[in-house]
């Protein structure tokens, strides 16, 4: 019995020995963004201390060392450093794409690209270092230049600007011309991205049919025949009637002539009562003789504000023959519009501001 017990209390105290072992080490004390740990082991023994810094390129919060000690609990003490990453200025010419933003963290990398037609020179990205420098400065992205342009066979070339030495640049461009009456089979050239200046077009024979006339206009002094690259025939509108488009169409390169002009039609104004606003005056609809708005004019109907009392003003377009009453325009009966003329929403005192609405709803006369 008493062999046993000393083998317990042995055992007793192999076990106190272990725990009181297991408990006087430290593992790698925790450590924040930026701290420096190159130098940290592993495992620490109770009672050694520890100096945290911060890596290159980061800035600590406090101006001594801070030191941490291994505690009998196996705990790290506290420490109150923290590390900041050095900030690099962004260069100024591209702040305006930095959504507001002057510089960014160490460690920051900028990449650069040039638009088509331009060539970067120098780096295509830099990096943010340790001492809030950039590796490399901002690249240049300088324009693409061409070889100048051939001119077409039996033609020339006539230069956007004025070109000065060898070259031009990308995005500059030309206008191929051909001795008459021939056409180029294109009419403009360019200096492109790719360093190319555009081919030169091939000079040819163009001719356009008959112009045709318009709807409701005529052809003025015209000779009904064919007509040859770049020839013109102008049009004009019946009366009352408005051109809408060039009057001058030309024969193009293609054998096509340009887009014909159109002639709008008048308006009438549907309303047999009320009174309206139009060319600077106020009418009562009896007195528009005739009854005959331009395509493009504006005419304005008066409407009733119930809630004030008042009336105000909305303004309708002619187009094309047609001018769309407003919705909140109310015709009024022929008793009223013949006793009672005064009542009118166009005679009684105007609102200080139409009614707040999205748009003005119209109906087609």
């Not at 690259?229 to 488009?245: A, F, Q, R, T, W």
């Not at 054998?255 to 009562?284: D, E, H, M, Q, T």
Request: glycine share 8%; with cysteine; net charge neutral.
């Amino acid at each position: 019995l008493q062999l046993e017990l000393l083998l317990l209390s042995f055992c007793h105290v192999l076990v106190v020995t272990e725990v009181q072992t297991k408990n006087e080490m430290c593992g790698r004390p925790p450590i924040t963004d930026g701290i420096d740990e190159s130098t940290l082991k592993r495992v620490y023994e109770v009672g050694e201390e520890v100096t945290l810094t911060c890596e290159l390129g980061y800035l600590p919060s406090t101006a001594t060392p801070r030191r941490i000690a291994c505690s009998a609990t196996g705990q790290w003490t506290n420490s109150d450093l923290t590390c900041s990453p050095k900030m690099c200025q962004i260069p100024r010419p591209l702040q305006a794409l930095a959504m507001g933003r002057t510089e960014v963290p160490f460690k920051s990398v900028l990449n650069y690209t040039c638009d088509d037609g331009y060539v970067l020179q120098g780096a295509n990205e830099s990096r943010c270092l340790h001492d809030g420098t950039w590796s490399h400065p901002p690249p240049l992205c300088k324009a693409v230049s061409c070889a100048l342009p051939k001119p077409p066979r039996d033609g020339k070339i006539v230069h956007d600007k004025t070109i000065t030495g060898s070259t031009t640049m990308y995005g500059q461009g030309w206008t191929y011309e051909c001795n008459p009456p021939k056409a180029p089979s294109y009419e403009r050239g360019y200096c492109m991205a790719d360093g190319n200046a555009t081919e030169p077009p091939v000079c040819r024979d163009v001719s356009c049919s008959i112009p045709a006339g318009i709807p409701n206009g005529f052809i003025t002094f015209a000779i009904m025949r064919e007509h040859g690259y770049k020839e013109k025939v102008k049009y004009g509108c019946n009366e009352h009637y408005v051109l809408d488009g060039n009057a001058e169409i030309e024969c193009q390169n293609t054998g096509n002539w340009s887009a014909k002009p159109i002639c709008r039609a008048p308006c009438s104004v549907g309303i047999k009562r009320g009174r309206i606003f139009y060319n600077a005056k106020k009418l009562w609809i009896a007195d528009l003789k005739p009854n005959r708005v331009l395509h493009g004019e504006i005419v304005v109907f008066y409407c009733l504000n119930r809630a004030e009392k008042c009336g105000y003003p909305v303004a309708s377009t002619c187009n094309d023959g047609t001018l769309p009453i407003p919705e909140c325009f109310e015709e009024p009966g022929k008793v009223e519009y013949t006793l009672r003329p005064k009542t009118l929403p166009s005679e009684i005192r105007m609102c200080a501001a139409s009614p707040e609405r999205p748009t003005s709803p119209t109906r087609t006369a």
